[in-house]
């Protein structure tokens, strides 16, 4: 099985073959993935060296020229350092690209906060943005393909937190992938594989998708009654959905735990695996909360 | 004593005398606005567009980076039948298509948004590249103020669009001195590998061939008009 962002490099040099509107923009980040592809398609795979405003801004102007972008870096320097790129020249010009950033809220926790984007979804919804965050590899690749084959303006988010657990979920819409009555958690993104894990024997409804947006509201209504507990759980800032969940459930009293990646400044490195246990994303950290929040 | 001659539809005056209808000052201020001799230059004489072709793929692109003070912008693209003239009085209304910034989504003939400094440039760089790697002819053009090179942005474009070779790239800088930090503006890109010239920006016959040239590599016309008021 191959890495998501494998799956990344492999898609997109595939979608530049099939597609001649496909345009792939970098900023050294990930070239090696893309070592013929410029011969191949010339003009198509452009690198602007370490330059990520500039990155965003070329991504648009090809726009501009009718073609589909693919703009790819690190989430921090995609999204955060370049957001103004992102807001103008895309979204206020009113074209569309696929930016596709890489490395998520922890993916390379030794590097430090430098090399973090916790924010990046957050970011991104305040744009008319579709937000795609797969779960596997071939999550990545089935993404890639939707977004590039649509128009307007999509972020998706690549990482190499990865579910064992098979799922099918439909594009756009949340999946029950366990029936209960005590309670609904929802999970965006990845981070599936923990909350079964934690919510073993527990009487409550997990929901599942990979799209966080736009959120399937109508999906979450059919799972819940006159009143709702929910937890929400998302690998990414805490509380960046809870929005979209009260919005889903204006008419509906309810009681909302929102899991996520703290605000605070944690100056630690190590692992992924490390980092989603200080936040408390791990199977025994979503338990504890889901055991105290949800009706017994 | 106002102005009250009105010339004739489609020329230069015609222009000078729209740009009254949105300021409200004599027509001898029209004149000093710092970018109206350059676009009229530009659209009467060197770029291929034109209103019957506003989605022609083959028509050339004019970026304003520059977005704020559009009223010779807009005077031009209504002298040239891209917007009605009826449009320019009640400019920045509530219901007037027409803002302190210029909107590609609501003016006709208007090729991009702009507004905050330092994006037409870094957009036109990846439009250029776009058209090139479509084997699209057109030129593009983008018009950017001297102190809007201030802006870091800038560098970043102006060393990609020679390293990229785009030959169908062509920057006019409207050169009224008014960064508080100058520094020779042609030798800048010139460092980077770009052709250079340095103009009258109120010379339309000067304008017109320094803007005619197509040197094999991106080039910069630097127009420079009289220094800003401050």
Redesign the interface.
């Known amino acids: 099985m191959s890495s998501p962002r494998g799956a990344f490099a492999r898609t997109t040099n595939a979608l530049l073959d099939e597609d001649p509107r496909v345009a792939v923009v970098l900023a050294e980040i990930s070239r090696q993935y893309f070592p013929d592809a410029e011969r191949r398609h010339p003009g198509r795979v452009v690198n602007v060296g370490i330059r990520e405003q500039l990155l965003v801004s070329v991504g648009a102007g090809m726009a501009l020229a009718g073609m589909r972008p693919v703009v790819h870096t690190f989430g921090p320097f995609l999204v955060e350092r370049a957001f103004e790129q992102v807001k103008l020249d895309f979204a206020h010009q009113g074209v569309g690209g696929v930016l596709v950033g890489s490395g998520g809220s922890f993916d390379m926790a030794g590097a430090g906060r430098t090399h973090q984007s916790p924010g990046d979804v957050a970011l991104m919804d305040t744009l008319d943005a579709h937000i795609e965050a797969p779960a596997t590899a071939d999550g990545v690749e089935a993404a890639l393909r939707r977004a590039v084959a649509s128009d307007g303006l999509h972020y998706v988010r690549v990482t190499e937190q990865v579910d064992r657990t098979p799922v099918t979920t439909r594009p756009g819409r949340l999946t029950a992938v366990r029936r209960g009555s005590g309670g609904v958690v929802v999970v965006l993104g990845p981070g599936l594989d923990a909350v079964l894990e934690a919510t073993q024997g527990l009487d409550v409804t997990v929901l599942h998708s990979t799209t966080v947006r736009p959120f399937d509201a109508a999906g979450l209504r059919a799972h819940v009654g006159d009143r709702a507990d929910v937890v929400l759980v998302e690998p990414w800032l805490a509380g960046t959905s809870s929005r979209v969940v009260a919005d889903a459930l204006v008419d509906v009293p309810h009681r909302l735990l929102a899991l996520g990646v703290g605000r605070g400044e944690l100056r630690r490195y190590g692992t992924p695996a490390d980092h989603v246990r200080h936040h408390g994303l791990d199977a025994e950290g979503i338990r504890r909360e889901v055991g105290w929040f949800l009706p017994a | 004593m106002t102005t009250t001659t009105r010339d004739a539809t489609g020329t230069y005056g015609h222009v000078l005398d729209l740009i009254t209808t949105m300021t409200g000052d004599e027509k001898h201020a029209a004149a000093s606005e710092s970018t109206v001799d350059v676009l009229w230059t530009l659209y009467d004489r060197v770029l291929d567009v034109s209103p019957d072709r506003l989605d022609d ?1 083959t028509r050339d ?1 004019f970026l304003l980076s520059k977005g704020h003070g559009p009223m010779a912008y807009y005077a031009v693209l209504a002298a040239k039948g891209f917007i009605p003239a009826e449009w320019l009085p009640r400019w920045t209304a509530f219901d007037s298509p027409l803002g302190y910034h210029p909107d ?2 609501l003016v006709p003939g208007v ?3 702009s507004g ?1 400094l330092g ?1 037409g440039l ?13 084997r ?1 002819g057109s030129r593009v053009v983008v018009l950017v103020g001297d102190a809007e090179l201030d802006e ?2 800038n560098a ?2 102006i ?2 669009a020679a ?2 070779g785009l030959d169908n790239l062509t920057v006019v800088v409207v050169d009224n001195e008014s960064t508080s930090y100058p520094v020779p503006i042609p030798e800048r890109f010139a460092v980077e590998g770009w052709a250079t010239a340095a103009v009258d920006g109120r010379d339309h016959d000067r304008l017109e061939a320094a803007l005619r040239r197509r040197p094999g590599r991106p080039d910069v016309v630097v127009a420079v008009v009289e220094r800003k008021m401050r």
């Open positions: 793929p692109r590609r989504l090729e991009i948004s905050s994006h870094p957009l036109a760089v990846g439009l250029a590249a776009g058209l090139r790697a479509r699209i870091g942005s970043e474009a060393t990609v390293a990229l």
